[in-house]
Nanobody
Framework: EVQLQASGGGLVLAGGSLRLSCAAS????????IGWFRQVPGKAREAVAC???????YYADSVKGRFTISRDNAKNTVYLQMNSLKPEDTADYYC????????????WGQGTQVTVSS
């Protein structure tokens, strides 16, 4: 069974930082691109960042320069370092695994909530 376990969310003041983790099991981790997505209730899901199996990274314009995605294949884990957080970053954050960045993922994890207060 494939599992993607997201963690690291919480409440932070604007300008602060959080690091999200996505721990994967049940799949050949090295063969998958891992992406982070976020969603606010009542709004469309947004792709935030993605790292492919070669380590190339992609970011939404709204987070470029503030968020950094990385992967540790030895730990089957992807991280999302979020700096200079803004209230508009408040959302439920999900990680997902797929064949490549930019395509619909095969597997989804549960969300971790990020709240940025002003």
């Amino acid at each position: 069974e494939v599992q993607l376990q997201a963690s690291g969310g919480g409440l932070v003041l604007a300008g602060g930082s959080l690091r999200l983790s996505c721990a994967a099991s049940g799949l050949s981790f090295d063969d998958y691109a891992i992406g982070w997505f976020r969603q606010v209730p009542g709004k469309a899901r947004e792709a935030v960042a993605c790292i492919d199996k070669e380590g190339s990274t992609y970011y939404a314009d709204s987070v470029k320069g503030r968020f950094t995605i990385s992967r540790d294949n030895a730990k089957n884990t992807v991280y999302l370092q979020m700096n200079s957080l803004k209230p508009e970053d408040t959302a439920d954050y999900y990680c997902a695994a797929g064949a490549a960045c930019g395509v619909e993922p095969h597997y989804w994890g549960q969300g971790t909530q990020v709240t940025v207060s002003s």
